[in-house]
């Protein structure tokens, strides 16, 4: 079993930061591949974005390319996402999730956090 931890987030205005972590706990953390997805009020569940085992490679949804950057470390058990020029469609409750295979589908992760809000004022 993983469990997962999520944290940091919070209220900020359009064009600020905000930083998400996620602990992970249970197996080897570096075996999994972890992902970040939202979902806003009334709307499913999207992936935003994901980074491989060893962090070399990340994949963004275009909606946050240039902005969000996602980010792992081995040591800490933990996984990141910094979130820059934030903006009001952003707001939503960010969930971290872990995964054995590459996917944007939210069937293929079996590992889930609780979600952390994140709003975004305009």
């Known amino acids: 079993q993983v469990q997962l931890v999520e944290s940091g987030g919070g209220l900020v205005q359009a064009g600020g930061s905000l930083r998400l972590s996620c602990a992970a706990s249970g197996r080897t953390f570096s075996s999994l591949r972890m992902a970040w997805f939202r979902q806003a009020p009334g709307k499913e569940r999207e992936f935003v974005t994901a980074i491989d085992r060893s962090g070399g490679s990340t994949e963004y949804v275009d909606s946050v390319k240039g902005r969000f950057t996602i980010s792992r470390d081995n040591a800490e058990n933990t996984v990141y996402l910094q979130m820059n020029s934030l903006k009001p469609e952003d707001t939503a409750v960010y969930y971290c999730?872990?995964?054995?295979?590459?996917?944007?589908?939210?069937?293929?992760?079996?590992?889930w956090g609780q979600g952390t809000q994140v709003t975004v004022s305009s």
């Open positions: 999730a872990a995964s054995y295979v590459r996917s944007s589908a939210t069937y293929l992760y079996p590992y």
